[in-house]
């Protein structure tokens, strides 16, 4: 069974930098994406940054120039590196699998969350 476990959350005050980790276990296929998505209280979640497996990248306008993502195939893990964090920045993040299996079936996987805290 795929398994998703994230670290790196915590608190860290506006302008500092964080680094989110995503290691993957299970079933992995050729064909995937990894990415993340974030959670702020009273918003729906949303995406902030994908990459495919063969490394093309895309992120939401408001994390660029301050977050990347990257993934190593051989180990199946997926970071993100963020900086210059602001208060917006805040919120749950959850890694995120998306991928085909043999039979060309989508299978999704979602991480139990970790919490970034960004404080003023």
């Known amino acids: 069974q795929v398994q998703l476990v994230e670290s790196g959350g915590g608190l860290v005050q506006a302008g500092g930098s964080l680094t989110l980790s995503c290691a993957v276990s299970?079933?992995?296929?050729?064909?995937?994406?990894m990415g993340w998505y974030r959670q702020a209280p009273g918003k729906q979640r949303e995406l902030v940054a994908t990459?495919?497996?063969?490394?093309?990248?895309n992120s939401a306008d408001s994390v660029k120039g301050r977050f990347t993502i990257s993934r190593d195939n051989a180990k199946n893990t997926v970071d993100l590196q963020m900086n210059n964090l602001k208060l917006e920045d805040a919120g749950v993040y959850y890694c995120n699998v998306r991928q085909v299996d043999r039979e060309w079936r989508e299978l999704t996987y979602w991480g139990q969350g970790t919490q970034v805290t960004v404080s003023s």
């Open positions: 990459v495919t497996g063969g490394g093309v990248a």
């Open positions: 299970g079933t992995i296929f050729s064909i995937n994406t």
